[in-house]
Each structure stands twice: as structure tokens, then as C-alpha cells.
Nanobody
Framework: QLRLVESGGGLVQPGGSLRLSCTASGFPLDHYAVAWFRQAPGKEREGVVCISSSGGEFIDADSVRGRFTISKDATKNTAYLQMNSLKPEDTAVYYC???????????????????WGQGTQVTVSS
């Protein structure tokens, strides 16, 4: 069975950090693009950052530039999202997704990704 499982979410204070993990089973992540999305209550799911099968990074959400970094470790079949300087507006359910490298790299689109994790809650509050 093909599966993506996120972990690492939780409650942090503004200015704090979290690292989310996304572990794949049933397929090799180093052959796929991996993206992180987030969805706050009442809002549409938005693409945050993506890493290609070859390791290239693309940031879609301007608000996270300089604060969030995506990476992957092929030996562990896991992708990561390091989140620093967290703000209350970062509060959302975070999802990882994977698929073959999208032909359009100008934006991170929900429709370009077929494999999805269950999501992990990130809450930034004092």
C-alpha cells in the first residue's frame, strides 16, 4: 500500500520552531516531487514549498520565505519541513504530498499531486 505519514505538529509560541516529517512507504521519494501544503479553518488549501525529485526547491507562499525550508533524506525515505520564526497566521493543518515532477514549476497546485498524507496540526499561539 502506498502511504505518506506526517508527524511533528503541535503547539508552539510565536517565534518558535517546529520540524515536520513526511515518511513514505511503498514508493521511493527520491523519484518524486514532494510538496507541503497547509489549510487553515475556512480557507482553501495552499501550496507552501516543493522539492523536485532531483532536489530543487521552489517556494510558493511568499509569507514563509526566509523562515521555512524543505529537505529530503532518501536513505530514510522522508521529507522534512523546518519552520522557524513561527507566527499565529501559520496556524493550519499541514499536509505533505507527492507525485511525479509537475511540468509547471511556477506554482504549487493541489491538482498536481496524487499522493497525500493525513495532515498534522500546527498551532502557533501564546
Amino acid at each position: 500500500q502506498l502511504r505518506l505519514v506526517e508527524s511533528g505538529g503541535g503547539l508552539v509560541q510565536p517565534g518558535g520552531s517546529l520540524r515536520l516529517s513526511c515518511t513514505a512507504s511503498g514508493f521511493p521519494l527520491d523519484h518524486y516531487a514532494v510538496a507541503w501544503f497547509r489549510q487553515a479553518p475556512g480557507k482553501e488549501r495552499e501550496g507552501v514549498v516543493c522539492i523536485s525529485s532531483s532536489g530543487g526547491e521552489f517556494i510558493d507562499a511568499d509569507s514563509v520565505r526566509g523562515r521555512f525550508t524543505i529537505s529530503k533524506d532518501a536513505t530514510k525515505n522522508t521529507a522534512y519541513l523546518q519552520m522557524n520564526s513561527l507566527k499565529p497566521e501559520d496556524t493550519a493543518v499541514y499536509y505533505c504530498a507527492a507525485d511525479l515532477d509537475p511540468p509547471d514549476v511556477t506554482t504549487i497546485r493541489v491538482g498536481d499531486f496524487g499522493f497525500w498524507g493525513q495532515g498534522t496540526q500546527v498551532t502557533v499561539s501564546s
